[in-house]
């Protein structure tokens, strides 16, 4: 509850402004002291320091006999209110939630990880070249499965590319922004500047990030593309090269063969 009257949930270690939210009671301005409060007939609501209901988050109205509420914000960070019925075994059924979108909660898929609803249910995803710290474990989030090199490291051992994840919104956290009017600008500019290890591409805007991304969420309504710099080991890029080289050389050795040996062919049937 914050010092304005306005209930609001946050991801952990977040700051309490607007951008962070992702779910409020819209009660700003009732003033201090609001408090939340459950009715044994399931009635929530919020009242204000002289005890005034300023909003009813769900009616009253349920059953009181044999019947217990309960309100709890879950593992899958959504505030819900739940009905007991103690005659049998415990039933258990929801009544309300702060929200039906499952990937509304931010920080739900861990750093570098974004959702999707899939009928209804999240589908945390790794963003290209990661993959899960922990199988089964969605909220661990997802790390490189590639090395990266520093900066200041004079060995280039790793070439990069960018994949693109579409649609999808992230924690702003840019570095620098670039006015530039194609994707691929900014891919080429992220993939030119050694310290960009992702970049945010919207209506003209090139906006240049350090991992690790947060917040992730595919929302289909917003064009923002993300795109990830992905590496890709010199060495094998090297042995492709090496092996074209190689199967070039074969070529090159065999025609020689072929026109050394038709002139022979040709000196024999002179002499002849």
């Not at 080991?233 to 090496?242: L, Q």
Request: hydrophobic share 30%; aromatic share 10%.
């Amino acid at each position: 509850m914050q010092t304005d009257g306005n209930l609001v949930q946050y991801p952990v270690d977040t700051p309490d402004i607007r951008s962070y939210s992702y779910w409020a009671s819209d009660t700003y301005g009732s003033g201090y002291n609001v408090s939340l409060n459950l009715d044994n007939d399931g009635h929530l609501y919020l009242v204000n320091s002289t005890g005034s209901n300023i909003k009813d988050l769900i009616k009253e109205g349920y059953h009181t006999n044999g019947t217990i509420y309960l309100i709890k914000i879950d593992s899958d960070g959504i505030f819900r209110l739940y009905s007991y019925r103690l005659n049998q075994n415990w039933n258990q059924s929801i009544l309300w939630s702060s929200t039906d979108d499952k990937c509304a909660p931010k920080g739900l898929c861990g750093l570098n990880g974004y959702c999707v609803n899939e009928d209804k249910e999240p589908d945390c995803r790794c963003l290209p070249g990661f993959a899960p710290v922990m199988d089964g474990n969605f909220t661990a989030g997802c790390e490189r499965n590639f090395s990266s090199e520093s900066c200041k490291s004079n060995h280039e051992t790793i070439r990069y590319t960018i994949q693109a994840v579409e649609n999808t919104e992230w924690e702003n956290m840019t570095y620098s922004t670039l006015s530039l009017t194609t994707r691929e600008a900014c891919e080429t500019a992220c993939l030119e500047d050694c310290n960009c290890e992702a970049a945010m591409f919207k209506d003209g805007q090139c906006m240049k990030q350090k991992l690790p991304l947060r917040f992730g969420r595919r929302n289909l309504a917003n064009s923002n593309v993300a795109l990830i710099k992905v590496g890709i080991p010199a060495s094998s890029s090297n042995e492709s090269r090496k092996h074209d080289v190689s199967e070039n050389g074969k070529e090159k050795q065999q025609m020689t063969i072929l026109i050394i040996g038709r002139s022979l062919i040709g000196f024999a049937i002179i002499c002849w």
